[in-house]
């Protein structure tokens, strides 16, 4: 007996029309955008996205620090509606190519299922951290390009190269941005170098390039010293540190930009960016 052959699917499509005719615009939603946090180690970026953030919350943790002590200081409440995900090597010798590409496309995965169905609705995706992706991204779909460039004795092909990867990450962030939640993705930074060395306090974040066009906003968080404001400060009696976000990109606000937030949080961050509260106030 043959068995019948399932009839052709039509994809869905890669688009969609928003009718401005239908809108309510005297009862607007809430409407989710995107925001790259970034600063050195130690500086907030974990506590703002995990602490903050509206919930429920899906953390894909990257990095290489175990970001499990956040949910044993949240409240009760808040930590039932937080699920993390943490990637990690199988082995002591650390991440093997294979293994970047397994998490490439369990990240996919993830973020498919944890948005489907709007069960993600007014909460937060967040990719902790960007620049550990990245790595994994060019490692998988850059590297082996090059290797092949070079054995090969090719010329160099500049931006070529990073096309897949740049598609695949501009692809996963459109994607998640459409699923009714907003995006938090962090970034790390590097020593800046000059042709004389290294750049005294100056770091630049490691992200794709187009990340800083994809997001909506743009935080660059800092510590400094409460007693003298120093950044770097080793003082005898010095103790503690302010938590300092500067805002890099605002939307299509360019006033906003510049402006510097003492312990910033979503709830702040929302409310200038909207002009309104978070619906519950704290974003918790």
Sequence with gaps: M??????????????????????????????????????????????????TCPTPIVMINFGDRDPRHYLYSMPNDRRAKVRLINFHSRNPGGWTRQEAAESLSQLTQAAQLETADGRLNCGTFIIDSGSTWWQA????????????????????????????ANLIVSGILNYIKNQGCF??????????????????????????????????????????????????????????????????????????????????????IYSLYRGQEFRDGTGS
Excluded at 208 to 214: F, H, T, W
């Design 2 to 51: 043959t068995t019948p052959t399932p009839p052709p699917t039509t994809p869905s499509p890669t688009y969609a029309v928003l009718d401005g005719s239908t809108l309510d615009v005297a009862h607007p939603p809430i409407l989710p955008f995107s925001i790259s946090v970034e600063g050195l180690e130690g500086t907030g970026k974990t506590y703002f996205s995990l602490l």
């Design 137 to 164: 991204v060019q490692e998988v779909h850059v590297a082996p390009l090059e290797e092949k460039r070079i054995a090969s004795g090719e010329k160099q092909t500049g931006g070529l190269i990073y096309g897949r």
């Design 183 to 268: 995006l938090v993705i962090t970034h790390t930074k590097r020593q800046r170098w000059g042709s004389d060395g290294p750049v005294p306090g100056a770091f630049d974040p490691q992200y794709n390039s187009r990340v800083p066009y994809i997001v909506e906003v743009r935080l660059d968080l800092r510590t400094e010293c409460p007693s003298c404001g120093g950044r770097d400060c080793q003082a005898k009696g010095h103790v503690g540190r302010k938590h300092i976000g500067r805002i890099l990109k605002f939307g299509n606000n360019t006033g906003m930009v510049g402006m510097e937030i003492e312990n910033p949080t979503f709830s702040v």
